[in-house]
């Protein structure tokens, strides 16, 4: 019993640090905006895809990982700028219908370009198990786990000890307030999107050796990271980090105690729950006028 409860426990950590780094990137985006960008999804589905490209051509696995992760963040200033600027005075929802077709042609234009087959990204240090309490667990799910708390960690530098990091906290705060001491909050806009889009691939990147990837896997990941975004409390970065966490487990427990058929319904349960009794979230993030 206790080794088949930490199987389960193991896949929902390792699944549930790739919603947490997709919730990230909706909040990055929503506390610079007030925009919830539905094209994330599309991110982590291309970092996978690039690097799974990239690799079965003989490239480097190091090399490819940074290109997608580098191609992926271009893709996301690409969104901001060619989509989401043009229409900077439209109403909150207008922008997000945007995100909606940004997502349908990401989609589209990787489906004609690579195909509708599923890649497989090699693993980074192999596939051996390694035996834990009679559980077994995958080297690239520590991997995603790791990888997941630098990022966290460096996220957490970012935006108390750089410049740049605390203008867009200050953004988040109060936009305007931002603007009158002199912060360019279009620049902090275009580089949220940025550093959304790569924190999405490399989520893509982490989990493709283990789940493979193929055009349309951007489209539940992307979802899933928006339930985790709110269910922690839509702005929250500590409410993305748990809220992708907490989705993951439940997701693994009900896949292996219940049954995987409900496995995809029960995160959207989940949150409907969740905000009937905590509407904020379960980090209660500040309810502010978007303008």
């Known amino acids: 019993m206790t080794a088949q409860f930490l199987q389960f426990f193991f896949s929902g950590l390792t699944i549930g640090a790739t919603y947490a780094l997709a919730a990230l990137g909706f909040s990055i985006i929503y506390n610079a905006s007030g925009v919830i960008n539905f094209a994330q999804g599309e991110f982590i589905m291309l970092g996978g895809m690039a690097a799974a490209l990239m690799t079965s051509q003989g490239m480097p696995l190091p090399l490819a990982i940074a290109i997608a992760v580098a191609a992926a963040a271009l893709g996301g200033l690409l969104v901001e700028k060619l989509a989401i600027e043009p229409a900077k005075n439209a109403e909150v929802v207008t922008l997000i219908i945007i995100t909606i077709g940004a997502s349908l042609f990401i989609r589209g234009l990787v489906q004609v370009s690579l195909g509708k087959g599923t890649h497989a990204l090699p693993a980074f240090s192999g596939d051996q198990p390694i035996a834990v309490l009679g559980a077994t667990l995958l080297p690239q799910s520590l991997w995603v786990l790791g990888v997941t708390l630098v990022i966290v960690a460096v996220l957490a530098w970012f935006f108390t000890r750089t410049l740049q990091g605390k203008a867009m906290l200050a953004t988040s705060h109060n936009k305007l307030a931002a603007q009158l001491v002199g912060i360019n909050t279009k620049a902090i806009l275009l580089a949220s999107f940025g550093l959304s889009a790569a924190l999405g691939a490399l989520g ?45 487990l439940v997701e693994a427990m009900t896949a292996g105690y219940i049954s995987s058929s409900y496995k995809d319904a029960v995160p959207f349960v989940l949150i409907l729950v969740v905000l009937f009794f905590m509407p904020r979230g379960l980090f209660g993030a500040k309810v502010t006028d978007r303008v």
């Open 204 to 248: 893509g990147i982490l989990i493709a050796p283990i789940t493979n990837t193929s055009y349309d896997v951007g489209i539940m990941l992307g979802l899933k990271g928006f339930v985790a975004a709110t269910l922690g409390g839509l702005g929250s970065g500590a409410g993305a980090i748990v809220g992708g966490l907490l989705l993951g």
